[in-house]
């Protein structure tokens, strides 16, 4: 309701009435934009798909995936689990923070470490597992909120305008009524014929209000058409920014274990990536992504052996936000196993609801070792905290 709207205004406003001075304070929680649930370090070195492009993103407090729901063409329940958390966002999210003191530690604040887990396909004993642990960090994010001064500077120039309007219309109904805040306050919250009246009393006095200064921020009962409320102003950092420019560094490290309980854990393989992602226009987006991958393997002769291997990958997604097709392309080489393999593919990403996200893929994977190609797919559900 009105007064409501009022509350979150000023609330809102009090988050960011200070960029211009970069001593702002805001909740974070008030910054989170639904962009795609990135790939995570830990589940890429586990193994959990084909693909082995890392693609950077836009910090996220928390995000879950559930991979492999299709295997050899048959739906399956995930074997795997990963999670990924930024620890600052998720200790801060719901505090208010210094905007100058985040864009200054932005690097560090960008911290994200990741956990996977998932059966150890190369161990004979169904019951082995995996455990991966991955941290990575953002050296370029030309797509997030609480960076973007420009972007904050229009919403606290909405709110700003929004709060005067409500205000001055609601004391005038007030004195026109002989009312007191708290009488007016009361009948706000207890009688919803006095709301209605209240509301087609605001209707009809912003229409007096100068055409400059009339700002539409709730979107719930101001009338004109040509404003922007601050959802828009969101939707249209969405529509703009989703494609924007990224460069994220992460490394991560599985160990073994002999057992469901993954105790008595032994180290197993090392990764490191260097990816990023930069626009096409206003409808795509092209990644690559250069990964290194170390392990110690026993060879034949139960001897131990170092492997190395090097994968570059590149891909190009079209569409929006909400709904994307795209192609990529892989090599990989392995030292240990002297393979080279090529691997292409189209899929999807489609946002549900918010916070949820469905990842899907097919397509050709050949081996140098082997005279036919593989054909792989893979579908998989990926979880984040709801935004906007």
């Not at 609601?170 to 509301?199: A, G, L, Q, S, Y």
């Not at 101001?222 to 601050?230: H, M, N, Q, R, Y």
């Not at 929006?320 to 999807?348: D, H, I």
Request: with cysteine; hydrophobic share 40%; charged share 20%.
């Amino acid at each position: 309701m009105m007064k409501t709207s009022i509350i979150i205004s000023l609330l809102l406003l009090i988050c960011f009435h200070e960029v211009a001075a970069q001593d702002e304070t805001v909740l974070l929680s008030k910054m989170k934009i639904n962009f795609a649930v990135p790939d995570l370090p830990a589940q890429k070195l586990l193994g959990s798909g084909d693909s082995k492009l890392l693609r950077p993103s836009t910090v996220e407090a928390l995000s879950v995936i559930l991979p492999q729901f299709v295997q050899s063409g048959s739906l399956t329940i995930p074997q795997s689990f990963s999670a990924e958390i930024a620890p600052f966002i998720l200790v801060k999210q719901n505090k208010a923070i210094h905007l100058s003191d985040y864009i200054k530690n932005r690097t560090i604040n960008s911290l994200r470490i990741s956990i996977a887990t998932g059966q150890d396909s190369t161990d004979k004993k169904l019951n082995a597992r995996k455990l991966g642990v991955g941290f990575r960090i953002s050296l370029l994010d030309k797509g997030d909120l609480k960076t973007d001064n420009g972007s904050l500077l229009a919403l606290a120039k909405q709110l700003q305008g929004h709060i005067l309007n409500e205000i001055d219309v609601r004391n005038r109904f007030m004195k026109e009524n002989h009312m007191n805040i708290v009488t007016f306050d009361e009948k706000m919250n207890n009688d919803t014929t006095f709301v209605k009246t209240f509301e087609q009393y605001y209707n009809d006095k912003f229409m007096e209000i100068p055409e400059a200064h009339r700002i539409n921020v709730t979107g719930a009962i101001l009338g004109k058409a040509d404003t922007k409320s601050i959802a828009e102003l969101i939707e249209d950092y969405k529509k703009d920014n989703w494609n924007s420019a990224k460069v994220d560094m992460a490394v991560a490290f599985t160990a073994v274990s002999s057992d469901s309980l993954i105790r008595n854990l032994k180290k197993d393989n090392f990764s490191a990536w260097l990816s990023g992602a930069h626009p096409i226009s206003k409808w795509g987006q092209v990644l690559w992504s250069a990964n290194y991958e170390h392990a110690s393997v026993v060879n034949e002769d139960l001897k131990r052996e170092q492997s190395n291997g090097i994968t570059l990958s590149s891909r190009i997604f079209a569409g929006n936000n909400e709904a994307k097709g795209f192609l990529e392309a892989q090599y990989s080489t392995n030292s240990f196993r002297k393979e080279n393999v090529w691997f292409s593919y189209l899929g999807g990403e489609i946002y549900l609801i918010s916070g949820i996200w469905l990842n899907l893929y097919a397509g050709i994977k050949k081996s140098s070792l082997l005279s036919k190609a593989e054909l792989v797919s893979s579908f998989d559900f990926r979880f984040t905290l709801p935004g906007k």
